[in-house]
């Protein structure tokens, strides 16, 4: 009788420096996106969950917000939370970006992982746009003098279609066991917070230096109004009034591009229609104060 072809399952956590493009990999990894990418640094808020399934293993790439120096409450949330997540995985995907010098943010990274028992994975990530290829072994080698790595794996999170070195290698250290999750499940998140991501990352995106991140995203109504039609009504959070008029632009001249770019890649997803309702409103210094945290789903303890 022919022995069952062994399967694997378990929680990999993505740790990085703001903006090393952990969001982005956790897409390319998954074929979907779901979590928010901008080159604006501290863009993920939250740990968001994503599941790939190959032919033998089922792994939740666990994306989480860029460790750094926090300057509010919402800093000091968002770091928490990345390193927590360190505790609780099966792997930890330690992803550098090789087109900058290794700096206080990596070797403070280095520094947690040393406390932590998780097999670590030294992702190099922007190969692509690496102009002296010739640096990379450098790189990796001056990176493993630090740290005892399970494996290191250059990447480009933006060009490659395929990570089979990436995925074999973590799949090594995954432990054996049946899928948690269903095939055709993507993410954790419900879809009303997905939705929420999407509008916040189009205000990133189209509104630059003008307004950093003083945003916040409510999704006030998430209704389906049949199998092909769903209505979004969301509110977008400042913290200033000259914030709430760049958003809403000349004649909601922004506000109306932040809607048609946010129900494309909602749409792109959810396979369907998307009416979305889109309001501003102000919540002055919101990043600094308990209740308005937990309103937008951060826990502030």
Same mark, same amino acid.
């Given at each position: 009788?022919?022995?069952?072809?062994?399967?694997?399952?378990?929680?990999?956590?993505?740790?990085?420096?703001?903006?090393?493009?952990?969001?982005?990999?956790?897409?390319?990894?998954?074929?979907?996106?779901?979590?928010?990418?901008?080159?604006?640094?501290?863009?993920?808020?939250?740990?968001?969950?994503?599941?790939?399934?190959?032919?033998?293993?089922?792994?939740?790439?666990?994306?989480?917000?860029?460790?750094?120096?926090?300057?509010?409450?919402?800093?000091?949330?968002?770091?928490?939370?990345?390193?927590?997540?360190?505790?609780?995985?099966?792997?930890?995907?330690? =992803?550098? /970006?090789?087109? +900058?010098?290794?700096? $206080? @943010? #990596?070797?403070?990274?280095?520094?947690? &992982?040393?406390?932590?028992?998780?097999?670590?994975?030294?992702?190099?990530?922007?190969?692509?746009?690496?102009?002296?290829?010739?640096?990379?072994?450098?790189?990796?080698?001056?990176?493993?003098?630090?740290?005892?790595?399970?494996?290191?794996?250059?990447?480009?999170?933006?060009?490659?279609?395929?990570?089979?070195?990436?995925?074999?290698?973590?799949?090594?250290?995954?432990?054996?066991?049946?899928?948690?999750?269903?095939?055709?499940? =993507?993410? /954790?998140?419900? +879809?009303?917070?997905? $939705? @929420? #991501?999407?509008?916040?990352?189009?205000? &990133?995106?189209?509104?630059?230096?003008?307004?950093?991140?003083?945003?916040?995203?409510?999704?006030?109504?998430?209704?389906?109004?049949?199998?092909?039609?769903?209505?979004?009504?969301?509110?977008?959070?400042?913290?200033?009034?000259?914030?709430?008029?760049?958003?809403?632009?000349?004649?909601?001249?922004?506000?109306?591009?932040?809607?048609?770019?946010?129900?494309?890649?909602?749409?792109?997803?959810?396979?369907?229609?998307?009416?979305?309702?889109?309001?501003?409103?102000?919540?002055?210094?919101?990043?600094?104060?308990?209740?308005?945290?937990?309103?937008?789903?951060?826990?502030?303890?």
């Amino acid at each position: 009788m022919q022995a069952e072809p062994k399967h694997y399952a378990g929680f990999v956590a993505m740790v990085g420096r703001p903006n090393v493009g952990k969001s982005t990999l956790t897409n390319s990894l998954i074929g979907e996106k779901i979590a928010i990418m901008s080159d604006r640094p501290q863009t993920t808020r939250n740990r968001i969950m994503c599941i790939m399934n190959t032919d033998n293993a089922q792994i939740m790439f666990l994306d989480t917000p860029g460790i750094h120096k926090p300057h509010h409450k919402l800093g000091e949330y968002m770091v928490r939370t990345a390193e927590g997540t360190l505790q609780e995985v099966d792997v930890i995907l330690f =992803i550098v /970006d090789v087109t +900058e010098k290794r700096g $206080a @943010g #990596e070797d403070y990274i280095l520094e947690l &992982l040393k406390k932590v028992k998780t097999p670590v994975i030294l992702v190099c990530n922007k190969i692509d746009k690496l102009q002296d290829k010739s640096k990379l072994f450098k790189i990796m080698e001056d990176y493993s003098k630090l740290y005892k790595f399970a494996a290191l794996v250059p990447v480009s999170a933006l060009t490659d279609g395929q990570f089979p070195d990436l995925v074999q290698e973590i799949t090594k250290l995954l432990p054996e066991g049946p899928a948690y999750y269903p095939d055709d499940m =993507i993410t /954790d998140q419900p +879809e009303r917070v997905i $939705a @929420g #991501e999407m509008i916040r990352e189009k205000v &990133l995106r189209l509104t630059r230096d003008e307004v950093p991140h003083a945003i916040a995203v409510e999704v006030d109504e998430f209704k389906e109004r049949d199998d092909e039609n769903i209505y979004i009504r969301a509110t977008i959070f400042v913290e200033r009034e000259s914030q709430k008029g760049i958003i809403i632009g000349a004649k909601g001249g922004m506000l109306k591009k932040i809607g048609q770019q946010a129900r494309a890649d909602l749409e792109k997803l959810l396979y369907c229609k998307i009416y979305l309702d889109l309001w501003v409103k102000v919540k002055p210094d919101w990043r600094n104060q308990d209740k308005a945290l937990k309103q937008f789903g951060y826990n502030a303890r």
